[in-house]
């Protein structure tokens, strides 16, 4: 019984320790935040990763900076994204051709949820904006046309 008991405070133990690693305190500020060119999409936007690597089969969260007057084209993505606007105004249209009077343009605060492989668009007026993104990765993106793909330019 002194063995099974033993045994039993090891187990909490070793479990405990196991929980903590996965939940990690995660704090980013604003002024450390690292902006990177991504080649997934248009020319012009950065992105910075807050958690998470988008490469692997996990949670992330990360931040979307787009210049003014900037167009994501139609897209889908495999998986299922929140989007909330941090700063400027964002426009997201829904469908496999762009048509901005078929979106909202929005600003800071406004929350959309949207499901995997789901077409939709992206775009900005007369500023630029900040979007945060979270999703379970692998991250991916299709373009509805191809030639709207900047990795094959």
């Known amino acids: ?13 070793v479990g405990s320790v196991s929980a903590q690693d996965a939940m990690k305190v995660i704090r980013v500020t604003p002024d450390a935040l690292v902006w990177k060119d991504n080649p997934n999409i248009p020319k012009g936007a950065q992105v910075a990763v807050l958690q998470g690597d988008p490469t692997k089969a996990e949670v992330v969260v ?16 495999p998986y299922a994204e929140n989007i909330t606007v941090i700063s400027g ?12 009077k078929d979106g909202a343009m929005v600003t800071a605060g406004a929350f959309f949820s949207q ?3 789901h ?3 992206v775009w900005t ?5 900040i ?21 094959k330019k």
């Open 62 to 77: 990360q931040r979307v900076k787009f210049p003014a007057n900037y167009k994501v084209p139609p897209h889908t993505h």
């Open 131 to 151: 979007i945060q993104v979270q999703f379970t990765g692998p991250g991916g993106i299709n373009y509805i046309n191809p030639e709207d793909d900047p990795r």
């Open 89 to 100: 105004r964002v426009g997201l249209g829904m469908g496999e051709k762009f048509d901005a």
């Open 119 to 121: 077409a939709h668009y």
């Open 1 to 13: 019984m002194k063995k099974l008991l033993i045994f039993a405070a090891v187990i909490a133990v």
């Open 115 to 117: 499901p995997e492989k």
């Open 125 to 129: 007026g007369k500023e630029g904006a």
